[in-house]
């Protein structure tokens, strides 16, 4: 299927956003520097996402749409259950370290980066946390869904705080981060 030039012209604009989101973070792209760098203009970034806020939200439905498929793997029965696990938070962080700016500002923002409390709901349920319990439920036989909700977010922070402050930990206190997998391998081996 062949795009037409108008959701080509869009769609190098959205990819130019998320670029340039990644090599300079939120704060300092404006619309002006997205029309530049996609050799397009105000009027027409304009025309298509009407702000900047609705240019950002597309950029970070994007993003969320990849990290949805990381959630593939907990689906694969034919792998062992801590093994899902690892290969599901080694997919999930290796996107997290592509974008850390992007997922900060998803994390800070909250609600409040959504259109609606209905889009925030969506994206929560796409988040997959149902299936992480499901997988946790296995591997420890917990049945209480508050536990296993604990559960879920500790060890989404224990992975994925250390990739968002990477930068920060390495450049202002000179502590230097082991690799993810290992990060990874010591979570399991310790909690699980």
Known sequence: MHMNKSNETKEIIL?????????????????????KHSNTNVALVNYYFGS??????????????????????LDDLSLP?????????????????????LLSRIITMG???????QEYGEFMRRIGFDK?????KELTNEQD???????????????????LMRRTL???SG???????RQIDLLLQRYL
């Open 81 to 101: 259950p801590k093994h899902r696990l690892k290969v599901f938070l080694l997919h999930y962080v290796r996107g997290v370290e592509q974008y850390p700016e």
């Open 52 to 73: 900047k806020d609705k240019l950002i939200s597309e950029v970070v439905q994007i993003l969320l749409s990849g990290f949805h498929e990381s959630f593939d793997v």
């Open 132 to 136: 992480v319990k499901s997988l946790l």
């Open 15 to 35: 990819q130019t956003a998320l670029e340039m989101i990644k090599q300079d973070g939120f704060e300092k792209i404006t619309i002006r520097n997205i029309a």
């Open 175 to 181: 502590v230097e981060m082991k690799p993810v997998e």
């Open 111 to 117: 609600t409040a980066l959504f259109a609606s409390q």
């Open 170 to 172: 390495e450049a202002g």
């Open 145 to 163: 869904q508050d536990i296993l909700m604990m559960m879920v977010t500790q060890i989404f922070g224990a992975v994925f705080m250390p990739a």
